[in-house]
């Protein structure tokens, strides 16, 4: 069946598509039982800044970056973990936080010899891109955070902000196994939900990319919500620019206000009007121009309109 699947197809497509733009596939074991898998440039050009995009919850790391890559490539020395259960990467070892992913992430970094970066990181890679900033300050230059609810407190769910009323119903929606949850997925995750998907593809894309390590990604869903505080969050110190689907149901705008109010004068929020939770897909070429913006022209201060003061377009 493997050789009908079409997820499977598409993912060959995704590798074929990163190694064109100048990526090669890296595995690394960081000898602790942990193997973490990379995508790194080819050629690591010493005159060019250093750029990680980190994954959210989902497939793998190619196929929430594809669109990103080539066209980054060209000013940036770009790497692409897979975090830890997902990919090829993988930890015998207990720890769940994104804290421990954030080491990792470094860990495997610094094997390539890389010592400074900027990170973006998607939804809960951007829990791992701000405990990157927050572990190593003198490391990350700039962050770019997509969706990410790192402000989030365990008493939101209960209070009704989020659409999931707790973590074990947070975690049959993200973690689909029927294709009627991974619809419920698609609706909440977009703003314009494709519709008529068969069911046949549906299970596919469960059957290739969901069921795998399937305990250990609950595991990392529920460590991200225990005894979660916003007292408890550190303040970064890098540049941050946060960039929030206007209609995300995943993490509503609200947990990208708090996060500005909480760092201050280091973050910019824009949000990006008519997309939901999975910008990356509904509005690539916004998230590119902002990506490009923030990161290569340090100099210039953001354009009025392009924060939360004032609704970015498109």
């Known amino acids: 069946m493997a050789n009908l699947s079409l997820t499977a197809m598409l993912n060959r497509c995704f590798r074929y598509s990163f190694s064109k733009a100048g990526l090669r596939s890296s595995t690394m074991d960081l000898g602790d039982g942990t193997v973490m898998h990379i995508w790194v440039p080819k050629v690591h050009i010493k005159s060019k800044p250093t750029l990680i995009l ?7 790391a190619m196929w929430q970056w594809n669109d990103f890559v080539s066209p980054l490539m060209s000013r940036f020395n770009v790497y692409v973990p897979d975090l830890l259960f997902f990919g090829d990467s993988y930890t015998s070892r207990p720890e769940r936080s994104e804290q421990f992913q954030a080491q990792c992430v470094m860990r495997v970094m610094e094997a390539h010899g890389v010592t400074v970066m900027n990170v ?7 829990f791992v891109g701000y405990s990157l900033a927050a572990q190593f300050k003198e490391r990350v230059e700039k962050l770019v955070l997509c969706c990410a609810g790192v402000c989030l407190e365990d008493k939101d769910m209960e209070e009704g902000m989020l659409q999931v009323k707790s973590v074990d119903e947070a975690v049959s929606i993200l973690l689909p196994q029927t294709p009627q949850k991974m619809r419920e997925l698609m609706k909440i995750s977009f703003y314009k939900p494709r519709k008529g998907v068969p069911t046949c593809f549906l299970n596919d894309f469960i059957r290739e990319m969901c069921s795998e390590h399937l305990q250990e ?7 991200l919500h225990k005894d979660r505080k916003v007292s408890n969050l550190p303040k970064i110190i890098q540049p941050t620019l946060l960039i929030w689907g206007e209609h995300d149901q995943i993490f509503p705008l609200e947990l990208g206000h708090r996060l500005e109010r909480h760092l201050g004068d ?12 999975a910008i990356n897909v509904e509005k690539p070429k916004v998230l590119l121009k902002h990506f490009k913006y923030f990161l290569i022209d340090t100099f210039r201060p953001m354009e009025p309109g392009n924060h939360s003061n004032g609704c970015k377009t498109d």
């Open 217 to 223: 990604r609950k595991e990392l869903i529920q460590a």
């Open 54 to 60: 980190i994954h959210g919850i989902g497939a793998n």
């Open 266 to 277: 280091n973050a910019k929020l824009v949000m990006i009007k008519n997309a939901g939770h």
């Open 120 to 126: 973006v990181g998607i939804s809960y890679g951007g």
